[in-house]
């Protein structure tokens, strides 16, 4: 096996480095061989990646965050280069849709043991996504969450993210067309297009979506008082976003998205932009999952 090993050593508050090295130990225990890449600063996994897809390897393997993840993907959509995955973010919840396990032994075996299977990506503008993109609520959430990060790690920061941006979220008023249909503008609490399920942590904000059915999940909540929002928390922690009065749930294949400079979530990373055009690229990734 051509293996290259691409670590992230700060993902999960510094916990990469240890489960790069642990990792490497144990190939070395079983006489694998493999080239070792460890990132020193953002967007270098994408051309490590490249690198690994240059030099024909059969596998590459991302340790690290949903972060990690996202930027591996970059270079390996529409390769032939499977994607192995090792959990060692804070968050880590594109895995929590495709079951791979968090344990780092147990995920190296499913890679070494396995065989990989098509996935679905996501192309927003003129990069691509694996889990989630959107806007409003969830964008102000990350903003709050991210210094929360520094103290407590899993669901922790995200629970701490969305009690702060209940206290100062105002709606947002964006354009929205979902497979062609005209644009209509609407005052949103939260957009969310998920391939996978889970954001933050582990918060269900697209329970139902599946990353290799060909479809988008989009979900479009309007806005809600304040106390609206306290009530319905709970619920939404349960999975059961769809259920409010709320929130139009709809499949989709691709949508188009308009507001200016409205501030968009893609894999966690909040980018600005006036227009957002996103489409499922169906078993565009081979991943290693169980």
Known sequence: MNLHIICNPISGNGSGKAVGQKTMQLLSQRGI????????????????????VREHADTVV?????????????????????????PAGTGNDYVKTIHVPTDPEKALDLILTGEPRPVDTVRINDRLFLNECGCGFDVMVLDYAENAKRYVKGILPYLHGVLQTIRHFKDIRISLSIDDEPLR???????????????????????????????????CVRGMSKPRMLSVLPELLKGKIQTFPETEHRRAKKLCVEGKGIRVNIDGEIIAMDRAEIEIKPASLLVYRP
């Open 185 to 219: 503008e609407r005052s949103i609490l939260v957009l969310a297009v998920g391939n996978g399920r889970f954001i933050g942590g582990g918060i269900p904000i697209a329970p139902e979506a599946i990353p290799d059915d060909g479809l988008l999940d989009v979900l």
């Open 33 to 52: 061989s493999a080239i070792y890449h460890e990132t020193e600063h953002p967007l270098q996994a994408i051309d490590f990646a490249s690198q690994a």
């Open 62 to 86: 991302a340790i690290g965050g949903d972060g990690t993840l996202h930027e591996v993907a970059q270079s390996l959509a529409d390769t032939s280069t499977a994607f192995g995955i090792i």
